[in-house]
C-alpha cells in the first residue's frame, strides 16, 4: 500500500474511532469494581455542560480548510486529508472494526460504535503528524452535522469507561488486551473528554494512547495522541491540538 492509502486508513480510524467514543445514548449501568486493575479511578472525573459557540454546520471543504491551519508540537504544518479523500477508507476501516469480537460483550456497543454509523451525510477532515525521530503521532479530525444524539451520547458513553476499563479483542489470529480510563488535564476547552488506553497485541507489541473529545459549535473534535518520549508529552500534544481546533470554531 502507498503512503497515501497508510495516510487514508490512519486518517479514517480518527472518524470511525472518534464516533465509537460518542454512540447514542446508553442506558445507565451501576459500576462495577476494578479492584487491581492498572486502569485509574475515574470516579472523580465528571463532564460538566459548559456554554459553547453557536451550533453551525460546516461544509467538508471549509473543515479541511481549518484543519490546515494547525500546526504540531514543532509548528509544522498537519497533513490534511477530505473527507472526499477518506470516503474509501472508511469504509474499509468500518469493516475491519465490525470483524472485532470484544468481551465483555456488553463493551462491544462502547468500543466500536462508529462501525454501525452512516457517514453519508457527516461533513469531515482530518489532519496528521509523525515525527519519524521520536515516533510521535498526532492525529485529527473535525465533523459536523452529525446526528444530535450522538453528540448528547458522547457524554452519556464516557461513563460507560468504569464498566470497560478491561477489554480484550480478537479479529482472526490476533488477540489484543486493552486497559482504559478517562483522565483530565487535557487541554482547556470546556466539556472535553479524554481517555488513556493501553493495549498489548498478542504480537508483541504494545500501544499507549491519549484520545480526546469535545464538542464546539456543533463540531465534534476529536484528537488522537500516541508514541514519544513520554506519557505527559503526548497529553500534552492533545491537549494542545484540541485547544488549537477549537480555538477556530468563532
Known amino acids: 500500500m502507498n503512503t497515501f492509502g497508510f495516510r487514508a486508513l490512519g486518517a479514517s480510524a480518527v472518524l470511525v474511532v472518534g464516533l465509537a467514543g460518542c454512540g447514542a445514548p446508553a442506558a445507565e449501568k451501576p459500576a462495577k469494581s476494578n479492584e487491581g486493575a492498572s486502569a485509574a479511578p475515574v470516579e472523580s472525573v465528571t463532564p460538566t455542560p459548559t456554554p459553547t459557540p453557536e451550533a453551525k454546520s460546516y461544509t ?3 473543515l479541511t480548510a481549518l484543519v490546515g491551519q494547525l500546526k504540531d508540537s514543532k509548528g509544522v504544518k498537519l497533513s490534511v486529508m477530505s473527507m472526499a479523500d477518506l470516503s474509501e477508507s472508511v469504509e474499509q476501516t468500518k469493516a475491519l ?4 469480537a470484544v468481551e465483555p460483550a456488553e463493551c462491544k456497543e462502547m468500543a466500536l460504535a462508529g462501525a454501525a454509523t452512516s457517514f453519508d451525510d457527516v461533513t469531515a477532515a482530518t489532519g496528521s503528524s509523525v515525527d519519524a525521530t521520536s515516533g510521535a503521532t498526532t492525529m485529527v479530525s473535525m465533523m459536523s452535522s452529525l446526528d444530535p444524539a450522538i453528540l448528547e451520547g458522547r457524554v452519556a458513553k464516557a461513563g460507560e469507561v468504569s464498566n470497560c476499563s478491561n477489554m480484550s479483542f480478537t479479529v482472526g489470529a490476533m488477540t489484543a488486551e486493552a486497559t482504559v480510563a478517562v ?5 482547556s ?3 472535553t473528554i479524554a481517555k488513556e488506553t493501553h493495549t498489548s497485541m498478542s504480537t508483541g507489541q504494545k500501544q499507549d494512547m491519549i484520545m480526546a473529545q469535545a464538542v464546539t459549535g456543533g463540531v465534534l473534535i476529536t484528537v488522537m495522541s500516541s508514541g514519544g518520549t513520554t506519557r505527559e508529552e503526548a497529553v500534552s500534544r492533545a491537549g494542545a491540538m484540541m485547544d488549537q481546533a477549537a480555538a477556530l470554531l468563532k
Open 183 to 187: 483522565i483530565d488535564g487535557v487541554g
Open 97 to 100: 472494526m465490525s470483524s472485532i
Open 60 to 62: 467538508s471543504d471549509e
Open 189 to 191: 476547552v470546556p466539556g
